[in-house]
């Protein structure tokens, strides 16, 4: 099987294992869907950590040759949850945590965008050849990555096909660490259990609320969030977690937030 998930407390771990460069085809597309479908809509997970078997690559992107050889119709290959089955999940309203091990590359990058925080390997590298290829990185690259570096960074990697190494990804605040490949899935792991740890409800609205107030300006998006327009941020407020959150501050004891449904 291509895609791994492994329940760990409240953490799903999702590693992609299709060597030699797990790259996506088809069906291992429509495993991570599944994958990550599990995710949203189990009520006991809290965060998703996603990461590439092997220590060469996280992954490669489409596997052009497998898509070559099929007779799918290109606008439904990918399946539900558009590339790799959750880069256009934008109903997954839990963070994803991307452990990347290797290289990221083409679609394999812009499923690392899809993520809400990125640790690297040292050896980690990012880049996307599909203009040299023929076609567009609209799997995430030319949607994400502009609004995540400055413009002439993004359009330096899209245009031209560099490599940024982990290292330079961590200086324009793209990567939130960089760990050796031994330490990679300590960091991400222990990464992960602090996310888990915050209330789910306040935790998943304000993941509702980032995304939907994306390019907006400080007033337009205090109007968004007044109007009523994230159902997430009106019951995190309206839930028992933001009363325990003050009484346990108020108490000096440790929040207990319990298992409130959205």
Known sequence: ???????????????????????????????????FARLRDDDELRVGLFTGAGERFFSAGWDLKAAAAGDEDPSTYFGPGGFAGFTEMFDLDKPVIAAVNGLAVGGGFEMVLACDLIVAAEHAEFFLPELSLGIVPDAGGVQRLPSLLPRAVAN????????????????????????????????????????????????RASKQVLRGIAGMDAESAFA????????????????????????????????RFGDERP
Not at 2 to 28: F, M, S, Y
Not at 161 to 183: F, K, N, P, Q
Not at 228 to 246: I, T, V
Request: glycine letters at 6%; one cysteine or more; hydrophobic letters at 45%.
């Open 156 to 203: 330096d990697l899209i245009l031209t096909s560099r490599h940024m190494d982990a290292r330079e990804a961590e200086r324009w605040g793209l990567v939130c660490s960089v760990v050796s490949g031994e330490r990679l899935m300590d960091e991400a792991r222990a990464l992960a259990q602090r996310v888990s740890a915050a209330a789910p409800l306040a935790t």
């Open 224 to 255: 968004a969030m007044r109007e009523g327009r994230f159902p997430a941020y009106d019951r995190a407020l309206a839930s028992d977690e933001s009363r325990e959150g003050a009484a346990a501050f108020a108490e000096g004891r440790p929040a």
């Open 1 to 35: 099987m291509a895609v791994h998930a492994q329940v760990r407390g409240p953490v799903l771990e999702i590693t992609l294992d299709r060597p030699k460069a797990n790259a996506i085809d088809r069906e291992t597309g429509l495993a991570l869907h599944d994958a």
